[in-house]
C-alpha cells in the first residue's frame, strides 16, 4: 500500500525534528511524515554514547530558534541534547509522525504526476509513500559504522578495540591504561572523561590540532536572560555567540599568523611549565583549515597536568600483543585501544535520488542557496555548517522550505526546480574543508558554485538574508504549474 502526504521528511535527528516543528508551524492542515531508519529519534545524540559525549559548540546556537536553551551550561552533555529535542518533538506532537525502522533507500520524482515516489525498507519489508516535497535531514555521515583506518597487526593485539560510534555499554575501563587514536572532538572530548576512572590516558596522534579552553557557563548569557527574560536573553544570546564566531573565524581567515600565535600562548597558560607545546599543540595548517576544538573549562588541559592523561604526537608502525609500537620505536602499552579517527561522509542518508526516469549523481548537481538541488524539484537539504552550530542552518533551511511552499500555494505552482543555465558559474568543493574525514569523501556530495545563489557560504548572518528575507522567485529556480509540467514532461507545446 502506498501512502501519501504531502511533505515527506527523512531523518528524525536534531534538523528533522527542526523542519517537523516549521512545517506544522506554518501549515497545520498539511500532511506529513518522518522517515526515520533507526528506532529512536535525535539522530547522533541518541547514536554517540561514548563517556563525556557533548557538545563542541554553545547551546543557544546549537539549540532550536524556537526553543529557548534554559539550561546554566551552555556547552552540555549529549543526553541533555537528547532530552531537548525528545521535548521539542513532544511538546508539539510532532514525534506522532515519525515512522521509526524505515530506511529510505530511494526517491523518484515524477513531473507528470508532480509527486516523489519514495521507497523504504522497513523491517525487511518494502514501504512506498508518495509526496508533493521532501526535506531531507538524513546528517551527513553513515549511521552504520565510523571511519577505521587498516591499521598493521591490529589481529595481534589482546586487548579490546572499540569505536567511539559504537562504544559497549559494558566497557568496563576502571584501572585500566587506554590509548585513544585521534585528535578530533571526539578523541579531546574523550580524553578528560575517561580519566574518571582509567589509570592512565594517552591520546596518540599523528599531528596536532587546535584546542581552544571555553567556559562552559556563559556569564554574559545568563545576564542576558535575567534582565530580558527566557526568550529575549536566549535571542540576545544567540546573536552574541554569532557575532563572536564569526568574527573569530572571519579573524582566524585574515590573520591566521596572530590567531596562531594566540592560541599557542593560551595553551602554554594552561599546560604544565617547560611541555613541550610545538610538538603536541601547534598544528600545520592555519586555525579553521580544520574544525577547532573546544575545552571545556579547559578539562582536556586539567586532565594532562593532573598527570593522568598525555599525548603522544607519533604515527604507528603495529600493533602488538599488548598495545602499539610506534614509528619512533617508543610502544605503548594499552589494555582498551579506541580508534576515534572519524565518521565516513554520506550524503543524503545514502538514498538514491531519479528525476523522472534518470537517475542523479549527486556530484553533477549544484548546490542552490545551500538548500536545493540543481535539477532536482520540490526537495530541500539540511547541511549545516561547519564553522558554527548547525542547528542554526538547519533552522533556516526548514524557514526556507516554508516559505517556498507558501509562495507555490500562492501562486498555484506545483514544482519548483533550480537551474544553472549561467555558463560562467565554475564549481568547488561543497565543502572548503583540509580535515581527512571530508576530503575522503567530499567528491561524491553536491558541489558549491563560484558564485551565488549557487555558492555555498559558511556565514549565518548572510544565510539569513538570502533564505530567511531574500525574495523566493529568483530567475534560478524555475517554477512550473501541473499542466504545464505535465506537458513540459511528455513535450507537448502549449497550446497559444
Ligand atoms: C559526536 C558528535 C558531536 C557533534 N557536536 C556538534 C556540536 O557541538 N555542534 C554542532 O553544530 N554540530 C555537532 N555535530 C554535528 C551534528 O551531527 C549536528 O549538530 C546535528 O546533530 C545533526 O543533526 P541532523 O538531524 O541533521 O543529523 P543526524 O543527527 O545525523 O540525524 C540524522 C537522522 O536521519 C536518519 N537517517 C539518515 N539516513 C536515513 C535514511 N536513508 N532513511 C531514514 N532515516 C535516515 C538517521 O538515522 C538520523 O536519525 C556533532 C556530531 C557528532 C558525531
Redesign the pocket.
Request: net charge negative; glycine share 18%; proline share 0%.
Given at each position: 500500500m502506498t501512502e501519501h502526504v504531502d511533505v515527506l521528511i527523512?531523518?528524525?535527528?536534531?534538523?528533522?525534528i527542526g523542519a517537523a516543528h516549521h512545517l506544522q508551524a506554518a501549515f497545520p492542515r498539511r500532511s506529513y511524515a518522518i522517515?526515520?531508519?533507526?528506532d529512536a529519534?535525535?539522530?547522533?545524540?541518541?547514536l554517540?554514547r561514548y563517556p563525556g559525549?557533548r557538545?563542541?559548540?554553545d547551546m543557544h546556537t546549537?539549540g532550536y530558534r524556537f526553543r529557548p536553551w534554559t539550561q546554566d551550561k551552555a556547552i552540555t552533555d549529549g543526553p541533555s541534547i537528547l532530552n531537548y529535542v525528545r521535548d521539542a518533538a513532544a511538546e508539539a506532537g510532532l514525534d506522532r509522525h515519525i515512522r521509526y525502522r524505515?530506511?529510505?533507500?530511494r526517491a523518484a520524482w515524477s513531473t507528470e504526476d508532480a509527486r516523489w515516489t519514495v521507497d523504504?525498507v522497513s523491517d525487511g519489508e518494502p514501504a512506498r509513500f508518495t509526496a508533493g516535497f521532501l526535506f531531507v535531514?538524513?546528517?551527513?555521515?553513515h549511521?552504520d559504522v565510523g571511519y577505521a583506518p587498516g591499521f598493521p597487526g591490529l589481529e595481534r593485539y589482546q586487548g579490546a578495540v572499540v569505536h567511539p560510534q559504537q562504544w559497549p555499554d559494558d566497557l568496563d575501563y576502571a584501572g585500566k591504561k587506554i590509548v585513544v587514536i585521534g585528535s578530533g572532538?571526539?578523541a579531546v572530548t574523550l580524553v578528560p572523561a575517561l580519566t574518571d576512572r582509567a589509570e592512565h590516558v594517552t591520546m596518540l596522534q599523528r599531528s596536532p590540532t587546535y584546542i581552544a579552553a571555553r567556559p562552559a557557563l556563559d556569564k554574559i548569557g545568563a545576564t542576558l536572560t535575567r534582565r530580558l527574560g527566557t526568550r529575549g536573553g536566549y535571542a540576545a544570546t544567540r546573536w552574541k555567540n554569532v557575532a563572536l564566531s564569526t568574527y573569530f573565524f572571519q579573524l582566524c581567515r585574515r590573520r591566521p599568523d596572530a590567531v596562531k600565535s594566540l592560541l599557542r600562548k593560551a595553551a602554554v597558560a594552561q599546560l604544565p611549565p617547560g611541555y613541550d607545546v610545538d610538538t603536541h599543540f601547534a598544528p600545520r595548517y592555519n586555525p579553521w583549515d580544520q574544525r577547532m576544538c573546544l575545552a571545556p573549562d579547559g578539562d582536556f588541559f586539567a586532565a594532562i597536568r593532573s598527570g593522568r592523561a598525555d599525548v603522544v604526537t607519533d604515527q604507528i608502525a603495529e600493533f602488538t600483543e599488548t598495545g602499539i609500537r610506534l614509528q619512533s620505536g617508543a610502544e605503548l602499552e594499552a589494555d582498551v585501544v579506541v580508534t576515534a579517527t572519524g565518521?565516513r561522509l554520506l550524503a543524503l542518508?545514502?538514498?538514491q535520488l531519479a528525476v523522472d526516469g534518470s537517475d542523479v549523481t549527486l556530484a553533477d548537481t549544484m548546490v542552490y542557496k545551500g538548500a536545493m538541488l540543481s535539477g532536482v524539484p520540490n526537495f530541500t537539504f539540511?547541511f549545516?555548517?561547519t564553522n558554527?552550530?548547525?542547528?542554526l542552518k538547519?533552522d533556516l533551511v526548514s524557514q526556507f522550505g516554508v516559505r517556498l511552499l507558501r509562495y507555490m500555494d500562492a501562486h498555484g505552482y506545483e514544482q519548483c526546480v533550480p537551474v544553472n543555465d549561467d555558463p560562467a558559474v565554475a564549481t568547488r568543493p561543497m565543502l572548503d574543508f583540509q580535515s581527512g574525514y571530508v576530503q575522503r569523501a567530499i567528491g561524491d556530495f553536491p558541489k558549491s558554485g563560484s558564485r551565488g545563489p549557487w555558492r555555498v557560504r559558511m556565514n549565518y548572518p548572510r544565510d539569513v538574508l538570502t533564505l530567511r528575507y531574500g525574495r523566493i522567485n529568483h530567475p534560478a529556480l524555475k517554477f512550473t504549474r501541473r499542466a504545464a509540467a505535465r506537458r513540459a514532461a511528455a513535450r507537448v507545446p502549449a497550446a497559444s
Open positions: 527523512v531523518g528524525a535527528g536534531l534538523s528533522g522517515l526515520e531508519a533507526r529519534l535525535g539522530g547522533t545524540w541518541d554517540f559525549v557538545s563542541d559548540s546549537l524505515h530506511r529510505v533507500e523504504a535531514c538524513s546528517g551527513y555521515y549511521y572532538a571526539t565518521l542518508g545514502g538514498m539540511t549545516g555548517y558554527s552550530s548547525w542547528t538547519a
